[in-house]
């Protein structure tokens, strides 16, 4: 699944909410500080299930993007905050079955 680098300026952040509720797919978003990743994680939130690197486990990922979720179907699109520490075996389930994830999906 290729990927494209896109920078924005942070100062319209209402604007880079929109780009990223529009997006479909994978996408990693690195802030520079803790003020405006909150920022925007909240303003996402809004339209997306807010997850923390503890939740987005191997169940999570066998139950929810990989089994297609619930009985009402998946609750996506999903927003990881502090994707960086998530543990290791979950990230390489999650990147192993990546083309089988059909959820809009963006680390922080």
């Not at 896109?6 to 690195?30: M, P, R, T």
Request: net charge negative; with cysteine; glycine share 6%.
């Amino acid at each position: 699944m290729p990927s494209k680098k896109q920078s924005f300026e942070l100062n319209g952040i209402d604007k880079i909410v929109s780009i990223l509720e529009a997006f479909e797919g994978v996408y990693h978003l690195s802030v520079p500080d803790e003020f405006t990743s909150k920022i925007i994680c909240d303003s996402l939130a809004k339209k997306a299930k807010k997850l923390w690197p503890h939740e987005f486990s191997l169940d999570f990922i066998e139950q929810e993007l990989l089994a297609g979720g619930g009985l009402f179907g998946p609750s996506g699109p999903f927003i990881i905050i502090d994707a960086q520490e998530i543990k290791a075996n979950a990230f390489e389930t999650f990147n192993n079955n990546r083309h089988l994830i059909n959820e809009s999906i963006i680390f922080i």
